[in-house]
Nanobody
Framework: QVQLVESGGGLVQAGGSLKLSCAASRRTSTTYAMGWFRQAQGKEREFVAAKNRSGGSAFPSDSVKGRFTISRDKDKDTVYLQMNSLKPEDTAVYYC??????????????????WGQGTRVTVSS
């Protein structure tokens, strides 16, 4: 049905920046809210941030607050994650997520959530 495609991951040294993108293949009610999770090797999936079409946001978690910024294109279902002051502990696969509400996306467990394939971010010390 709807496919989410992430891009922008890569290798960066500590203190550097990356910008991730996630585009939905088509606009539906299931992509009203879109955001990001990340999962490091051997760790549980962690919510990062999310934003809906009306401008509402589920704000960044404490681990990224003040360093990461989420934004969304006004004309299409594309969400971005600007990551600054990157740290080695930010190393993870970053997954795009979409759903009908911010709460649904943030929960991380609903079967209504659509998931992207993930893009890998590696931060070297």
């Amino acid at each position: 049905q709807v496919q989410l495609v992430e891009s922008g991951g890569g290798l960066v040294q500590a203190g550097g920046s990356l910008k991730l993108s996630c585009a939905a293949s088509r606009r539906t009610s299931t992509t009203y809210a879109m955001g990001w999770f990340r999962q490091a090797q051997g760790k549980e999936r962690e919510f990062v941030a999310a934003k809906n079409r009306s401008g509402g946001s589920a704000f960044p978690s404490d681990s990224v607050k003040g360093r990461f910024t989420i934004s969304r294109d006004k004309d299409k279902d594309t969400v971005y994650l600007q990551m600054n002051s990157l740290k080695p502990e930010d190393t993870a696969v970053y997954y795009c997520a979409a759903g009908p509400t911010l709460g649904t996306v943030k929960s991380g467990w609903s079967d209504e959530i659509l998931w992207g394939q993930g893009t890998r971010v590696t931060v070297s010390s």
